[in-house]
């Protein structure tokens, strides 16, 4: 089965840092975009951020620009996405999400496009 795991969640005080992980099993993201989305609860899914399976187009929403950093290993299979900074109001599920393209940009989208999904990994910052 198909699937992506994603890691790395936790409680964190505000102003902290965490970096979740994304790991597919039973496929290599050589060929796959992976995008980071979140969802607090009573809210629609929000894209963060996005990653080109090349590496080289980045995105990220408005609201986490200059705190998050996306980043892939292919050779490790994984992509990362490490969160500084932290604010109450990234308090969130993250889920990664992989889109096989050959497109070579990415956008920060609502994710529709994306097939392979995550179970999710909790992130949650205390003031």
């Known amino acids: 089965q198909l699937q992506l795991v994603e890691s790395g969640g936790g409680l964190v005080q505000s102003g902290g840092s965490l970096r979740l992980s994304c790991k597919p099993s039973?496929?290599?993201?050589?060929?796959?975009?992976i995008g980071w989305f979140r969802q607090a609860p009573g809210k629609e899914r929000e894209g963060v951020s996005c990653?080109?399976?090349?590496?080289?187009?980045?995105n990220y929403a408005d609201s986490v620009k200059g705190r998050f950093t996306i980043s892939r290993d292919n050779a490790k299979n994984t992509v990362y996405l490490q969160m500084n900074s932290l604010k109450p109001e990234d308090t969130a599920v993250y889920y990664c999400?992989?889109?096989?393209?050959?497109?070579?940009?990415?956008?920060?989208?609502?994710?529709?496009?994306?097939?392979?999904w995550g179970q999710g990994t909790q992130v949650t910052v205390s003031s």
């Open positions: 999400a992989a889109l096989q393209t050959f497109q070579t940009m990415c956008v920060v989208s609502s994710g529709y496009e994306y097939f392979y």
């Open positions: 990653i080109s399976a090349s590496g080289d187009s980045i």
């Open positions: 039973g496929f290599t993201l050589d060929y796959y975009r």
